[in-house]
């Protein structure tokens, strides 16, 4: 598994994340299994939420339950969580209070008293920067956030945010998979008319995180779209693409879900893959992707053969 320095931190992060939001259900023994294959792998860096479960902070709770972490054991895990999704409604709630509330409750639910990264989940358009500001500084100063990202935000509306926040804001999670790419096909293709992809539709989100140091966390990384299935054995949808998939991966000696990370990874911009699955062997299998370096001929194949265009 490779690792880098998340910029803006001294948190030395792997390529792949463990995602948790689907463990509500799972047994104290699945939940164990999972994190330990995961670890095994060279993942020690998990991803949660407020919202994941079947109530807030349910997911956080069902985490804790079953590992039971000492105070020692907490610290070889970097754990991130994210909050302003009220599932009521829904709506998004950025105030100072709805922040404080809901990160006092995930170390209540996760049984810990710092989070290493706090993200705000999904843009809020009744954000008032000054009250985010006051929240960060606030749990900054208590020491129970390390630090501090954003997930979905475009980069305006990241700008908006650091008028005044002062902490940096290290990590956007955005939606990003081979086939549901925009933020990365746009570029490939801008300024030719008449083309649906070269529409600009995010504000530039990879290259304005590129030169920022803002790291991009992959979410949904083998779904086709927003959650309407996986690309990967889907013949009829992406019958090429799955032709190319299956190549690669005999060729490497990965599984296809190995090449579908190597292809994010694979990305300058050193991006992170968060997997939601809660299968161990899936894990390992993503995982795998993370040490084969894809040559540009065979990244391009994959793009071109997902229905992007390459002009």
């Known amino acids: 598994m490779k690792t880098f320095t998340l910029p803006g931190t001294d948190i030395v992060a792997p390529d792949v ?4 939001m689907r463990i ?19 993942i020690a860096f998990l991803d949660h939420a407020d919202i994941y ?3 807030p ?40 209070e709805h922040i404080i509330e809901s990160v ?14 706090l993200l705000l989940h999904r843009p809020d358009a009744l954000v008032e920067p000054d009250e985010v500001a006051r929240a960060f500084d ?33 990590v956007n999670q955005v939606q ?10 746009q570029g490939v293709a801008a300024n030719m008319a008449a083309l649906d992809q070269s529409i600009d539709r995010d504000g530039g989100i990879l290259d ?34 799955n032709e190319a998939i299956d190549r690669l991966a005999e060729k490497y000696g990965v599984t296809p879900l190995g090449i579908a990370t190597a292809w994010i990874t694979r990305h300058p911009a050193q991006m992170q893959v968060v997997l939601g699955t809660t299968t161990p062997s899936r894990v390992t299998e993503a995982a795998a992707g993370s040490d084969v370096t894809l040559t540009r001929a065979e990244w391009y194949e994959l793009f071109r053969t997902s229905g992007h265009t390459v002009p």
């Open 17 to 20: 994340i463990l995602g948790l």
């Open 24 to 42: 509500q259900e799972k047994s104290d023994d699945e939940v164990r299994e999972l994190v330990r294959t995961a670890r095994d792998a060279g």
């Open 53 to 55: 479960g079947d109530r």
């Open 57 to 96: 902070h349910g997911c956080e709770e069902r985490f804790a339950e079953a590992l039971d972490l000492t105070p020692a054991e907490r610290e070889e895990y970097v754990i991130q969580t994210k909050c302003g999704i009220v599932k009521d409604g829904p709506y998004f709630d950025f105030s100072y």
């Open 104 to 117: 006092n409750g995930s170390l209540a639910a996760l049984r810990t008293d710092y989070v290493d990264i």
């Open 138 to 170: 606030e749990l900054a100063a208590a020491g129970k956030v390390r630090a501090f990202g954003v997930s979905n935000h475009t980069p305006r509306q990241i700008e908006l945010l650091k008028r005044s926040v002062t902490q940096p804001l290290v």
């Open 176 to 185: 990003l998979s081979i086939t549901h790419s925009p933020l990365i096909a």
């Open 208 to 241: 304005y995180c590129r030169l920022n140091d803002i790291t991009l966390q992959a979410w949904s990384p083998f779904q086709k779209g927003f959650f309407d299935g996986v690309f990967l054995g889907d013949r009829e949808a992406f019958p090429e693409l």
